[in-house]
């Protein structure tokens, strides 16, 4: 979850006003790699990734749920291995 701006700008205004990053960092819980970053951008504003890699690519386990054919139960849930995990179908 990102951080708000108004926060950034709170830890920005503490550096800026002579607190060292490390203590800005304990004080407001940010981490400092993220404060060296915003001391970095031009302009305080948020941004967004264009193109997230996603960690599930969905068409192709749509396709792989089609070819092993799985049954599902009464909730439309998948039983992939019932027999490890003790589920019943």
């Known amino acids: 979850m ?3 701006l108004d926060l950034r ?3 920005i ?3 800026e006003n002579g607190g060292t990053i490390t203590k800005a960092a304990h004080k ?5 790699a993220s404060i060296y970053r915003w001391l970095s951008r031009p302009k305080l504003s948020a ?3 264009k193109n997230r890699q996603r960690k599930l690519d ?3 386990l749509e396709k792989d749920v089609k070819q ?8 439309g849930i998948y039983c ?6 003790q589920i019943v179908c």
Not at 28 to 32: A, K, P
């Open 28 to 32: 407001f819980w940010i981490g400092i």
């Open 80 to 85: 992939i291995m019932a027999d490890i995990f």
């Open 58 to 60: 969905w068409k192709k």
């Open 2 to 4: 990102p951080y708000s």
């Open 68 to 75: 092993m054919n799985l049954k599902t139960n009464i909730l």
């Open 9 to 11: 700008q709170r830890v």
């Open 47 to 49: 941004t967004k990734v």
């Open 13 to 15: 205004n503490f550096v």
